[in-house]
């Protein structure tokens, strides 16, 4: 996946410390290079692969919570289970899961612990960007930091917002700004189910009262809409992931692919909680950065990114090509980091890290 060639036959690429050399057809190649070979066999390879949404510090929460009964029933199930715990073993363990199927950058979502979950991160081989997320009901104090200073040779610690029904509007765009000055990307759930769009129309839900009742419940504007409230926020923009998006109409769609805002889907956790799924097709034709992301295992039935891009392509009612898809999962997310200057290609001056592309998805994409 290069700009002037992005399927090649018999391909391969010299690499040293990591990075890129060379790439390109081997039977040209090997003319102008001695070097040691490793041969992987009649493999397709890809970029390593991103996943643009997780939340690794709920890694010891595998089935621990509900499928299939909703929003509301699924929210119970977790806040009843051991939501404060940090289980550094849990997490190191699905990250090496991850990494031998081929995930090779992660943009991790943690609500506490962040400089543990880095510093577990920072253990192994993943990249990533941790995402110290923000919420609450209460206004942001004057002076207030919203992620902590950090960064390390594979990653950096960055701002997010939970959600517009969780988190204070000052709260969420003075996260917003905090990682504008930084240069740095803000991921937030959008239009993520039912119940968001019941909670800032103000009207009573399940749900609404579970977060008033915890404290969590912000206040409105009139009956509000999640997309054109976030916008009217200052939320949306080139450097903004919107999560989920499964609650959003051909108005909400324009406003995304006009802020240039990258959506994440997250298929296979939208299956298992039982919340429907997202406008898939709309999306991706409406030429917005689209994504995948596995969520977490409280979430999901596994970390496996080429599951949820596997699932996408068996159920949506869209003809992609290969390189279409594969973005999904490499140069879409990679772009909507900020990190394609490393990621997303497989070209000289990028990262040698790749991914073997599993025989179900070969038969779909070939």
Partial sequence: MSAGDPVVSDFAMITENGVILESGKWSLIKKAWTADVEDLG??????????AHTH???????????????????????????????DGQAL???????????????????????IEVAGTLDTTDMAFTAFCESMGNAAPKDGKKFFPEYSSAKGRIAGAGHALYSTNAKRLKAVKEADSAAGLPFSMHLAENQEEDLILAGEECAFGKMLEAAGFLPEFPEAVRPVPYADSLGLLDSR??????????????????????????????NLYIGEGRAPWEKIISAGIRTCLGTDSIASNFDLNLWNDLSYLLENINLSLDTVEALSLVTLNPAGVLGIDDIYGRLEPGLSASYAVMPSGIEELLF
């Fill in 56 to 86: 690794l510090g709920l890694s010891h929460f595998e089935g621990l919570t509900v499928k299939g009964q909703g929003f509301t029933g699924w929210m119970q199930s977790l806040v009843a289970g051991p939501l404060q715990t940090f």
């Fill in 92 to 114: 190191y363990n699905k990250v090496q899961e991850m990494l031998s199927q081929g995930t090779v950058y992660c943009a991790d979502i943690s609500t506490s612990n962040i």
């Fill in 240 to 269: 903004t992931i919107a999560v989920h998006c499964v609650k959003v109409d051909d108005s909400d769609i324009d406003i995304l692919a006009e802020r240039g805002v990258g959506v994440c889907l997250c298929p296979r956790s």
């Fill in 42 to 51: 009649d493999v397709t390879i890809t970029p390593g692969l991103v996943n």
